[in-house]
C-alpha cells in the first residue's frame, strides 16, 4: 500500500478561500514533501520539510508534520483558480533512497 | 539541459507490440527514477536507479517491464508484449545524491495507449 495517504481525495473551494490537505504516512521518515501536478504530467516540487521540523512557510504555503501522528498538513491560503491541481505528498524513508507517493488530493478553485 | 525530458510525448501502440521509452535526466543527477500513473490516480513507483548501484526493481508490475541506465545518464524503461493495462502516463524524475534531500525533478512524461 502507499507509504502516503492524503484526504481529502477532492477539494473543491473558492477564490480567496484557505485550502487544506492531509497526508498521512506509515513508517519513520526522513523527510517529507509536497509536490504539485497540472494536466497529468510532470509534477512541480513544492516545499520539503524534514523530520527535525514542525513547521515550514513558503509564499502562500504552510506546512506542517506531526511526527508523533505520522501526519501533515498543506494549508494554501488565500487560493486562486490557478492553485487548481493535484497535490502529492511524498515521504521518504529513514534508511531509504526511494521516495514514495501518495495518491493525492485534486484540488479545484473556483474563480 | 535545463530539465528532464522524455520522449516520445505520446505513444499509441498495438497490443502485443513493445514499446520504448526515453529519459534525459539533470546532468549530473545521479539518482533516476520511473512511475506509473494511471488517469486520476496517484504515482506508482517502477524503478529506481542510484549511481552505479543495483537499481531497486521492486516496483515492476511483471516481467514484461524492463530498465536500464546507460553510463548513468540516459535511461530507457522497455514494456513487451504490451497489454491494454499498460496504459498510462509513464513518468521520469532524476535528484541530485544525498540521503537528506532529494527533490524529484519530473519529466513532462510519455502517455502510453495501448489498443
Known amino acids: 500500500s502507499q507509504q502516503g495517504e492524503e484526504d481529502p481525495q477532492a477539494l473543491s473551494i473558492q477564490e480567496g478561500e484557505n485550502a487544506t490537505m492531509n497526508c498521512s504516512y506509515k513508517?519513520?521518515?526522513?523527510?517529507l514533501q509536497w509536490y504539485r501536478q497540472n494536466s497529468g504530467r510532470g509534477l512541480v516540487h513544492l516545499i520539503l520539510i524534514r523530520s527535525n521540523e514542525r513547521e515550514k512557510h513558503s509564499g502562500r504555503l504552510r506546512v506542517t508534520l506531526d511526527t508523533s501522528k505520522k501526519s501533515s498538513s498543506l494549508l494554501i491560503t488565500a487560493s486562486r483558480a490557478a492553485d487548481t491541481a493535484s497535490y502529492f505528498c511524498?515521504?521518504?524513508?529513514?534508511?531509504?533512497?526511494?521516495?514514495?507517493f501518495g495518491a493525492g488530493t485534486r484540488l479545484f478553485v473556483k474563480a | 539541459g535545463a530539465g528532464v525530458s522524455q520522449s516520445p510525448s505520446n505513444k499509441v501502440t498495438e497490443k502485443g507490440k513493445d514499446v520504448e521509452l526515453r529519459c534525459d535526466p539533470i546532468?549530473?543527477?545521479?539518482?533516476l527514477y520511473w512511475y506509473r500513473q494511471s488517469l486520476g490516480q496517484g504515482l506508482e513507483f517502477l524503478i529506481y536507479f542510484q549511481g552505479n548501484s543495483a537499481p531497486d526493481k521492486s516496483g515492476l508490475p511483471s516481467d514484461r517491464f524492463s530498465a536500464e541506465r546507460t553510463g548513468g545518464s540516459v535511461s530507457t524503461l522497455t514494456i513487451q508484449r504490451t497489454q491494454q493495462e499498460d496504459s498510462a502516463v509513464y513518468l521520469c524524475?532524476?535528484?541530485?545524491?544525498?540521503?537528506?534531500?532529494?527533490?524529484?525533478?519530473f519529466g513532462p512524461g510519455t502517455r502510453l495507449t495501448v489498443l
Open positions: 513508517t519513520s521518515i526522513n523527510n
Open positions: 524524475a532524476s535528484s541530485s545524491d544525498g540521503p537528506s534531500y532529494n527533490e524529484q525533478f
Open positions: 546532468s549530473g543527477h545521479t539518482a
Open positions: 511524498a515521504t521518504k524513508p529513514t534508511g531509504g533512497f526511494k521516495t514514495i
